[in-house]
């Protein structure tokens, strides 16, 4: 799993598979790495936000070729604590969105944490091979 925790701390944009009613919707979004937890924020009226409200299950990609990971799980509500983390992260990367926030041009962020399941790895640097699959 630290190799796939390094991938991710290397990056910060995803594509976040969700579904409902049998409808799947990717989005790309940014995410946070906070501690050892996936931590991502979206707008609570987003169809993103009612799609994790109605079916917690994900599926959760990153790159950074030539590796890859793809996270299988469910999401839950995190902590004060890592809601708080999170805005300190995002807010140090991007100063703007809090500016806009109390400004009311952003809604407040309604917040997720991946609960992995399993995660499937790739690093192609030796060539094609079949992911790793990691077990959560």
């Not at 799947?24 to 009226?45: H, K, N, Q």
């Not at 992260?89 to 609960?115: C, N, Q, S, W």
């Amino acid at each position: 799993m630290d190799k796939v925790l390094q991938l991710l701390r290397e990056n910060m944009i995803c594509c976040l598979a969700t579904c409902s009613d049998d409808k799947p919707r990717a989005s790309a979004m940014e995410y946070v790495i906070a501690g050892d937890y996936i931590l991502f924020a979206t707008d609570g009226d987003s169809i993103k936000a009612a799609n994790l409200r109605a079916n917690n299950k994900i599926s959760f990609s990153a790159h950074s070729m030539p590796q890859f990971v793809t996270i299988d799980g469910t999401t839950m509500e995190p902590s004060e604590a890592e809601i708080n983390e999170y805005n300190r992260i995002l807010f140090d990367r991007h100063p703007e969105f809090k500016d806009m926030i109390a400004k009311g041009m952003m809604k407040p962020f309604t917040y997720f944490k991946l609960v992995p399941e399993v995660a499937y790895y790739n690093d192609y640097s030796n060539g094609m091979k079949p992911p790793e699959i990691i077990k959560m």
